[in-house]
C-alpha cells in the first residue's frame, strides 16, 4: 500500500530546499517508509541533526526536531536518549557533518551502544558549503580545495563503527531504495547503536566538478565503488580494494544497549540505598522524611543553619 | 529537612544543583572541577537521574543542550580549556534559548595554564566567549555555602529566562571545605520554566507575544507531546530559518532585552561597609573574603573603605557602580587576573573617578595584605605577596 507521506511531513515547509538530482529525498522518503512500517507515532519520535545539506531533513519531518551545530548531533541525540530512553531518537547528516568534523561522537556512540539510529548521506563533499573536499571525497576527484584531486585517502565509515563497537552498521545506496528501506527498517527495530551508510549523490557539488554533473551517470559512478555483501563473500582481497560493501555488515544482538546498562546501574544504586530505593518509588513514609528534625540537628551540629540562608536571601 | 555537611565548594554544586532539580548532567574530567562529577556519579543514579562522562567538553555541553530542549533541568561543568571548548554550543544554546548550567571552576590560563591553581581569568570569555551578539548571565559565589545558594539561583535564573548561565567559582574556593547547610527544595524558591498555555497546534516556541516565550516540555507529565522545531539559525516565531532581516533584528533584541529589562531580578550584589567609604573595593569570588579581611583592617585605622561584591558578574550591575563612583573618590578592582572585570568597572564609571588594580594572574590567592596596601597607596604596584619558606614550595622557578 502507498505511503501516505504527508503524515509525517511539514507540508508548509515545501518545496524542499535541495537541488534537483539530490539523494537527500530518496533517503528521508525510504526512511518514511520504514517509519511507516513501523507503525511508531510521531509523538514519540524525535530527531536532531547538524549543519548542512543532509542536515536540513530535520526542518521537514513533523517530529521533535532540534537543528543543532556542524559536527555534534549525536552528542545531543544521546542526551536526549539518556533523558527519555522510552522514546525514538533518530539523526541525520551529511559525511562532513558525522564523520569528519563529528566523528569523535560518532566512534562514541558506537562505543556506548546508544539506542539512536544514525542515518549518514554520505555524498562524498561538503554539499552545502559549495564542494569542498571532505574525509570521503575518493583520491583524485575534484572538489573546490582540490581543483588538482584530493590527495588525501578515504575512510570506510562503517568499518570504522564496527571497530568501535556499535551493534548495527549497514551500508545503503540511494540508487537502491527498496533495500536501502529495508536497511534502514533494521537499524530503527535494533536496540541499540545503529548506522546506516548511505552513498547518496551530490550532482551539484560533487557530480558537475568532476564531469558527472548528470544524476544518472553519477548514480552509476557511485555504484561502479559498490558491491554486495553477498558479491563481496566471493571477491579477493585484492578485488575488494577501494571497494565499499553494501548490506547489513554487522549485527551483534548480545551488545547491552547503553540506556538498559545504565539501568541496571540505577538498580543497584537504589538497592544499596533503601532511603533512595523509598524516594524514587514515592513510598517514602512521614517518619522516613523526619528521621532527623531540625532541632535534633541543631543539637547535633552547633552551626547555625538559617542564618546563612537568610543573609543570602537578603543580598 | 535540610542537611549540614562538611564540603568543598565542589560538592556544595553538585548538591545543589539536585536541590534545583537537575535531571541530566554530562561532563568530561578536568582539574580543579572533577569533583563535581565524581559526586554526582554516586547520587544520580541513587535517584534514577541520567549522569554521563562524554567524550569531550563539546559532547557535554551539546548533550545537556539536548536534555535541556526536550524538558530536563541540565547541568555541566569544566575548567578553562573546557570552557574553550563549550563556547559554540554554549552559543546554540543562547540562539534555541533552553535552560542550562555550566560550572567553571576557574584556574590560570590561558592554554592548559596552571591547572591546579585558582584563577578569575574567565570573566571575559564567560561573557564575549560565543560569537555573534549573544547575551549571558554569570554568577561567582565567594564561598561554598554562598555555592550552594548561587547554584540555585543560577538553575531558577536559566529557567526563568531560558537562558545559559554561568557559574563562576575558582581552584581554591573548590577545595576549600568548609560546614555547609544545603537546603530541602521547600526551603528555598525553585523555578521551572514557564509551561504553554495553549494545544501543541497552537504553540510557537518563539511566540511574538512573549519576552520570554514558554519552553514547552515535549513530552508532558499529562500525556501531551508538543512537537516543534528549534534550529540555531536564525529563526522566526515557528522555530524555523529566516533570513528576512526585521526577524533578525527582532529576536537578537528580544534575546538581549529578555535579560537587559530585568536586572532587578538577576543582579545581587553586597554593599560591604560602604556607607561612608571613600574608596571602594570591587570583588568576587575568593578574593572577596580576603578583601573584607583587608577592609577590616584599614577601618580600624580609620581609613574609610568598603567593598562592591556583585555575586552577578555579567549582566553588570551598571546603576550600582555608576551611583558608587559619584560617591567615592576611588575604586580598586581586585581580581585574580590582568584586569578583566577592571574594564568593565572603567567603562561604566567612565572617567568620573580614578579605577585601580589589584590584578594578579599568578595561581595564588590575592592576600589580604596586598589589598590593604593598595588601599594605603592605590598608585603603587603590589607585588605577589609570598615568603621565601613559601615560595620554595612552589618548587621550579628559574
Ligand atoms: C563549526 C562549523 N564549521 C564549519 C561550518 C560550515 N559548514 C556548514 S555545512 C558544512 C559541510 C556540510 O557537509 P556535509 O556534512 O557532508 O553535508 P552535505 O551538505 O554534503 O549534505 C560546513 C563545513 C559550520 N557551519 N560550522
Ligand atoms: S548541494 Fe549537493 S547535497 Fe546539497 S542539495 Fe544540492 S545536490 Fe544535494
Ligand atoms: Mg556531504
Known amino acids: 500500500m502507498a505511503v501516505d507521506y504527508t503524515k509525517y511531513l511539514r507540508m508548509d515547509k515545501m518545496p524542499l530546499y535541495w537541488c534537483p538530482g539530490c539523494g537527500d529525498g530518496i533517503v528521508l522518503k525510504c526512511y518514511l517508509e520504514a517509519i511507516d512500517e513501523l507503525g511508531w507515532s510521531k509523538d514519540d519520535c524525535a530527531m536532531v541533526s547538524g549543519i548542512g545539506c543532509a542536515a536540513r531533513v530535520t526542518g521537514y519531518v513533523d517530529f521533535h526536531t532540534l537543528h543543532t551545530i556542524h559536527g555534534r548531533a549525536i552528542a545531543v541525540a544521546v542526551g536526549i536518549k539518556m533523558s527519555h530512553p522510552d522514546k525514538h531518537v533518530f539523526v541525520f547528516g551529511g559525511d562532513g557533518d558525522l564523520v569528519h568534523i563529528g566523528g569523535n561522537h560518532l566512534l562514541h556512540a558506537c562505543r556506548r551502544n546508544v539506542d539512536v539510529t544514525v542515518v549518514l548521506i554520505n555524498n562524498w563533499i561538503y554539499g552545502m558549503t559549495g564542494g569542498q573536499h571532505s574525509c570521503t571525497t575518493p583520491p583524485g576527484a575534484k572538489a573546490t580545495t582540490a581543483p588538482r584531486g584530493s590527495f588525501e585517502p578515504t575512510i570506510d565509515v562503517c568499518k570504522m563503527a564496527i571497530g568501535a563497537g556499535a551493534g548495527y552498521v549497514a551500508r545503503g545506496f540511494a540508487g537502491d531504495p527498496t533495500r536501502l528501506k529495508k536497511l534502514i527498517k533494521e537499524g530503527l527495530e535494533y536496540k541499540g547503536f545503529s548506522l546506516i551508510d548511505v552513498f547518496s549523490p551530490c550532482p551539484i557539488n560533487f557530480g558537475r566538478r568532476n564531469k558527472l554533473g548528470d544524476p544518472a551517470k553519477l548514480l552509476e559512478h557511485m555504484k561502479s565503488f559498490l558491491v554486495s555483501s553477498a558479491k563481496a563473500k566471493r571477491m579477493s582481497e585484492e578485488e575488494l580494494k577501494g571497494k565499499f560493501i553494501t548490506g547489513v555488515l554487522h549485527k551483534d544482538t548480545e551488545k547491552p544497549e547503553l540506556t538498559e546498562a545504565y539501568k541496571s546501574i540505577v538498580e543497584k544504586a537504589q538497592a544499596s540505598d533503601e532511603y533512595w530505593a523509598k524516594y524514587v518509588k514515592g513510598t517514602l513514609s512521614e517518619s522516613d522524611k523526619n528521621k532527623i528534625t531540625r532541632e535534633e540537628l541543631k543539637k547535633l551540629y552547633p552551626y547555625d543553619v538559617e542564618t546563612p540562608l537568610k543573609q543570602w536571601k537578603k543580598l | ?398
Open chain 2, 1 to 398: 529537612m535540610g542537611r549540614i555537611a562538611f564540603l568543598n565548594a565542589n560538592a556544595a554544586v553538585a548538591e545543589a544543583a539536585l536541590v534545583a532539580g537537575l535531571g541530566f548532567y554530562a561532563g568530561y574530567p578536568i582539574t580543579p572541577s572533577s569533583e563535581v562529577p565524581e559526586r554526582l556519579s554516586k547520587i544520580m543514579p541513587e535517584k534514577g537521574l541520567p549522569f554521563m562522562m562524554m567524550e569531550d567538553e563539546i559532547a557535554s555541553i551539546n548533550a545537556c543542550v539536548g536534555a535541556s530542549a526536550s524538558g530536563v533541568k541540565a547541568m555541566t561543568c569544566t575548567s578553562g580549556p573546557g570552557f574553550s571548548l563549550k563556547q559554540e554550543a554554549l552559543g546554540m544554546a543562547c540562539m534555541f534559548e533552553v535552560p542550562l548550567v555550566v560550572v567553571d571552576v576557574m584556574r590560570g590560563g590561558p592554554s592548559t595554564g596552571l591547572p591546579t591553581r585558582p584563577s578569575q581569568q574567565d570573566i571575559m570569555q564567560a561573557r564575549w566567549g560565543t560569537h555573534g551578539d549573544h547575551p549571558i548571565i554569570a554568577v561567582a559565589p565567594c564561598n561554598a555555602q554562598e555555592a550552594v545558594f548561587e547554584t540555585i539561583r543560577a538553575f531558577n535564573l536559566a529557567e526563568k529566562f531560558r537562558q545559559p548561565v554561568v557559574l563562576l567559582t575558582d581552584g581554591s574556593l573548590s577545595h576549600l571545605h568548609t560546614k555547609i547547610y544545603i537546603p530541602d527544595p521547600d526551603e528555598v524558591e525553585i523555578v521551572d520554566r514557564a509551561q504553554p498555555e495553549v494545544d501543541p497546534e497552537n504553540y510557537y516556541p518563539y511566540d511574538y507575544n512573549y519576552e520570554v516565550p514558554p519552553l514547552a516540555k515535549w513530552w508532558t507529565e499529562d500525556g501531551k507531546s508538543y512537537r516543534y522545531h528549534l534550529s540555531s539559525l536564525i529563526h522566526d516565531k515557528t522555530g524555523f530559518p529566516t533570513v528576512y532581516p526585521k526577524y533578525a533584528q527582532w529576536l537578537l533584541e528580544r534575546m538581549h532585552n529578555k535579560i537587559l529589562n530585568h536586572r532587578d531580578e538577576i543582579l545581587k550584589y553586597e554593599y560591604y561597609k560602604m556607607d561612608d567609604a571613600e574608596t571602594c573595593i570591587v570583588a568576587f569570588g575568593s578574593t572577596a573574603e580576603a578583601a573584607r579581611v583587608a577592609i577590616d583592617q584599614a577601618r580600624e585605622e580609620g581609613i574609610k573603605v568598603g567593598m562592591f561584591r556583585p555575586l552577578t558578574i555579567w549582566p553588570s550591575p551598571e546603576e550600582q557602580i555608576r551611583d558608587i563612583a559619584s560617591k567615592v573618590k576611588q575604586f580598586i578592582v581586585a581580581e585574580m587576573n590582568l584586569g578583566q572585570y577592571k574594564l568593565e568597572v572603567e567603562r561604566i564609571v567612565g572617567g568620573r573617578a580614578p579605577v585601580y588594580g589589584v590584578s594578579q594572574a599568578a595561581g595564588v590567592l590575592i592576600r589580604p595584605s596586598q589589598i590593604y596596601d593598595k588601599i594605603k597607596d592605590p598608585s603603587k604596584r603590589v607585588e605577589i605577596g609570598l615568603t621565601e619558606e613559601e615560595l620554595k614550595r612552589f618548587g621550579g622557578g628559574e
